[in-house]
């Protein structure tokens, strides 16, 4: 094999993975992924020189030798105000609208992920690093660990990218991964995780990244941080958008709605949809879909005047019946 059919290898091998781990819709079965992927390991084994930072073969590596170093975050991880009911979501349009002097606002509409909230950082398009929300101010970087993620891209999948670009996401474990991984944990012994949340955070904080890769983590992009030498689209669904063709997972549910009464709907929607989800929500996150005018509401103290998340009642804690049959 050539030095350009391995690098032709890695693209199709990428390129699989893109469409399993962030499009939900295999192109190849898995064996044929394996053994494209063995037949990677054996050129790279005979030609070391020739490895690729975005080869899928470099996704699991050492543990980072002194711990996770503290970074600090190039722009601030906001956290988000609380609407608890429909007439503070009515408040929260009014109060907005009366700033901007506007009649009628488009929101974005996103499910809020319950895992871990995660920023990435691309240079030239290649990832450098993964740090963890942490103080909002500074996290720990946990690069070692991101890389494990398929969902994550190593490099950025098309175009000419920009040259930083930071990503926001959140960092969650599917329920059915859930269930599995407690059922093993018991299986074997050892105490089973709370909730999808607190495995998921469990999982990224582990030193030894070979333990996180074999972890069911997924990463869904959800804002645009820190970006140099790029024109950002001036919504923000279109930034999302953008974000999905460069290969960041983004959530399929996301949507543009007008007003106080789209938002309100969306939520009846989803309150309805929310046991049938996948994965864990604990509530929306309703943001103004044009950046000028997030630019121009700004933040009070740490949290968006141009972003606002409504909760949903706690569900009872539903003791989990962990599938183990009992001999
Ligand atoms: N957990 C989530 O799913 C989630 C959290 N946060 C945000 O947006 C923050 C980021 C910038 C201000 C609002 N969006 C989300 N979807």
Same mark, same amino acid.
């Given at each position: 094999?050539?030095?350009?059919?391995?690098?032709?290898?890695?693209?199709?091998?990428?390129?699989?993975?893109?469409?399993?781990?962030?499009?939900?819709?295999?192109?190849?079965?898995?064996?044929?992924?394996?053994?494209?992927?063995?037949?990677?390991?054996?050129?790279?084994?005979?030609?070391?020189?020739?490895?690729?930072?975005?080869?899928?073969?470099?996704?699991?590596?050492?543990?980072?030798?002194?711990?996770?170093?503290?970074?600090?975050?190039?722009?601030?991880?906001?956290?988000?105000?609380?609407?608890?009911?429909?007439?503070?979501?009515?408040?929260?349009?009014?109060?907005?609208?009366?700033?901007?002097?506007?009649?009628?606002?488009?929101?974005?509409?996103?499910?809020?992920?319950?895992?871990?909230?995660?920023?990435?950082?691309?240079?030239?398009?290649? %990832?450098?690093?993964? =740090?963890?929300?942490?103080? !909002?101010?500074?996290?720990?970087?946990?690069?070692? $660990?991101? #890389?494990?993620?398929?969902?994550?891209?190593?490099?950025?999948?098309?175009?000419?990218?920009?040259?930083?670009?930071?990503?926001?996401?959140?960092?969650?474990?599917?329920?059915?991964?859930?269930?599995?991984?407690?059922?093993?944990?018991?299986?074997?012994?050892?105490?089973?995780?709370?909730?999808?949340?607190?495995?998921?955070?469990?999982?990224?904080?582990?030193?030894?990244?070979?333990?996180?890769?074999?972890?069911?983590?997924?990463?869904?992009?959800?804002?645009?941080?820190?970006?140099?030498?790029?024109?950002?689209?001036?919504?923000?669904?279109?930034?999302?958008?953008?974000?999905?063709?460069?290969?960041?997972?983004?959530?399929? %549910?996301?949507?543009? =709605?007008?007003?106080?009464? !789209?938002?309100?709907?969306?939520?009846?929607?989803? $309150?309805? #949809?929310?046991?049938?989800?996948?994965?864990?929500?604990?509530?929306?996150?309703?943001?103004?879909?044009?950046?000028?005018?997030?630019?121009?509401?700004?933040?009070?103290?740490?949290?968006?005047?141009?972003?606002?998340?409504?909760?949903?009642?706690?569900?009872?804690?539903?003791?989990?019946?962990?599938?183990?049959?009992?001999?």
């Amino acid at each position: 094999m050539t030095h350009q059919q391995m690098l032709d290898l890695i693209q199709q091998l990428n390129e699989y993975s893109y469409a399993y781990h962030v499009k939900d819709t295999p192109i190849v079965p898995d064996a044929v992924y394996d053994r494209d992927y063995r037949q990677l390991q054996e050129i790279e084994t005979e030609h070391p020189e020739w490895i690729q930072h975005d080869s899928p073969t470099q996704r699991v590596g050492e543990k980072p030798d002194s711990g996770f170093l503290n970074v600090a975050h190039t722009v601030p991880m906001l956290s988000l105000d609380n609407a608890f009911d429909n007439n503070s979501l009515a408040d929260f349009d009014q109060r907005v609208r009366k700033l901007l002097n506007a009649d009628n606002l488009v929101y974005c509409c996103e499910p809020k992920l319950d895992g871990l909230a995660i920023s990435l950082r691309y240079e030239e398009g290649r %990832l450098v690093r993964g =740090v963890t929300r942490g103080d !909002g101010l500074s996290g720990e970087d946990i690069t070692s $660990n991101i #890389k494990t993620l398929y969902s994550v891209p190593l490099k950025l999948r098309t175009g000419t990218p920009p040259a930083v670009l930071e990503v926001r996401g959140e960092i969650y474990m599917p329920k059915e991964g859930f269930e599995k991984l407690n059922a093993l944990a018991i299986k074997q012994g050892d105490k089973a995780f709370v909730n999808p949340r607190n495995a998921a955070a469990g999982s990224l904080r582990q030193l030894d990244p070979k333990i996180t890769a074999t972890r069911p983590l997924v990463m869904c992009a959800y804002s645009i941080g820190y970006v140099e030498d790029w024109n950002q689209p001036e919504s923000h669904y279109d930034g999302l958008m953008q974000l999905s063709e460069w290969g960041f997972r983004t959530n399929d %549910l996301m949507k543009r =709605v007008e007003g106080a009464t !789209g938002c309100i709907e969306y939520y009846e929607m989803l $309150n309805e #949809k929310r046991t049938d989800l996948s994965y864990d929500i604990d509530g929306i996150v309703y943001k103004v879909d044009q950046i000028s005018l997030q630019n121009q509401l700004g933040f009070i103290a740490r949290a968006p005047r141009w972003a606002i998340a409504r909760k949903f009642p706690a569900q009872e804690e539903m003791t989990r019946v962990v599938g183990i049959d009992f001999q």
